[in-house]
């Protein structure tokens, strides 16, 4: 069964603090590994896709890794607008439901200004 | 990327009742899926929706409980039906349109 685990499970940062969020999983062949943001009362927003070991994916201060068993999402001199839930996702390889994305619970975090 | 919108974004239902959510999209995809979104939850895969095919459930979830209907390509319906607490939830569709988005979600609280 594919597992996805993020932590921490919240994150509070000062203004251009910059950190990690970490996500790692258990998949038994891995088509992509998808990173979401979500805010309170909304949809998730989707930011990036990682599909191999060692590609990393970049959008102004969110920076995307991919290793065989975990991804790491950097955030550089963040923002209070950064402030949100951010979620990671595995799609696997075959099966029924081609495109089923399995979700960890995700990282909120805060960043204060 | 697609522009999903869903009715109604919010709703408070009696138990033993039924709540049908609906979910439009501005283009038309091949894919629709269904999301469940319990409190403190991973958001959960419920069924694979597929204009012109049966819709495919994941485990734990059956089709008396959660029919869904794809009468076209750009919309789609998810019934909640005889509704407990339990599935006192965010409900979410998605499409695939390159990448997987998600619409806004309906939020379903149930007394």
């Known amino acids: 069964e594919d597992q996805v685990t993020q932590s921490p499970e919240a994150l509070r940062l000062q203004e251009g603090e910059s950190s990690s969020l970490n996500c790692s999983y258990t998949?038994?062949?891995?088509?992509?590994l998808f990173w979401y943001r979500q805010d309170p009362g909304k949809g998730p927003e989707f930011l990036f896709t990682?599909?191999?070991a060692g590609e990393e994916k970049e959008k102004e201060r969110l920076k995307a890794t991919l290793t065989k068993k975990e991804s790491f999402l950097h955030i550089t001199a963040p923002k209070p607008e950064d402030s949100a839930t951010y979620l990671c996702?595995?799609?696997?390889?075959?099966?029924?439901?081609?495109?089923?994305?399995?979700f960890g619970k995700g990282t909120l975090l805060t960043v204060n200004p | 990327s697609a522009v999903i919108s869903q009715k109604p974004s919010r709703d408070i239902c009696q138990r033993g009742t039924s709540l049908t959510i609906q979910c439009q999209v501005d283009?038309?995809?091949?894919?629709m899926f269904w999301y469940r979104q319990q409190p403190g939850q991973s958001l959960t895969l419920i069924a694979t929706a597929n204009q012109g095919s049966e819709a495919t459930y994941e485990s734990g979830f059956v089709i008396d409980k959660f029919p869904i209907s794809r009468p076209n390509l750009t919309f789609s319906t998810l019934t909640v039906s005889n509704m407990s607490p339990e599935d006192s939830s965010i409900y979410l569709c998605?499409?695939?349109?390159?990448?997987?988005?998600f619409g806004p979600g309906t939020r379903l609280t149930v007394t």
């Open positions: 283009s038309q995809v091949t894919m």
């Open positions: 990682l599909y191999s």
């Open positions: 996702a595995v799609q696997a390889l075959g099966g029924g439901s081609n495109y089923k994305l399995t």
């Open positions: 998949v038994s062949g891995l088509r992509g």
């Open positions: 998605s499409v695939v349109q390159h990448e997987q988005y």
